[in-house]
């Protein structure tokens, strides 16, 4: 099983971008779904997270700008970033985890500069 992310890219402060990211095989029990961040020089943090009831968490930071969803039937779970800003920017790496492991994508490159 592997995860491919999409959909980073260079954005204007204010901007949004959509990731998705989609598992190439089946993950049965994938319990619950996210993302984490790496800026660079920093260490990697979480920043939303979707379980398999679609309850949904987010670090303080991207509250209200920020929207995490899922499609249990593609296998894909997708983050909607608006209203983007500087400290926004880093790699950002999904995850899939089940009772078993967890599966990590290799990550997306999200810039936001003007």
């Known amino acids: 099983v592997q995860l491919q992310a999409s959909g980073g890219g260079l954005v204007q402060p204010g901007g949004s971008l959509r990731l998705s990211c989609t598992a190439s095989?089946?993950?049965?029990?994938?319990?619950?779904m996210g993302w984490y961040r790496q800026a660079p020089d920093k260490q990697r943090k979480f920043v939303a997270r979707?379980?398999?009831?679609?309850?949904?968490a987010y670090v303080d930071s991207v509250k209200g700008r920020f929207t995490i969803s899922r499609d249990n039937a593609k296998n894909t779970v997708s983050l909607q970033m608006n209203s983007l800003k500087a400290e926004d920017t880093a790699v950002y790496y999904c995850?899939?985890?089940?009772?078993?492991?967890?599966?990590w994508g290799r990550g997306t490159q999200v810039t936001v500069s003007s």
């Open positions: 995850f899939v985890r089940t009772s078993a492991r967890t599966y």
């Open positions: 979707i379980s398999s009831g679609d309850f949904t």
């Open positions: 095989g089946s993950i049965l029990g994938a319990d619950v």
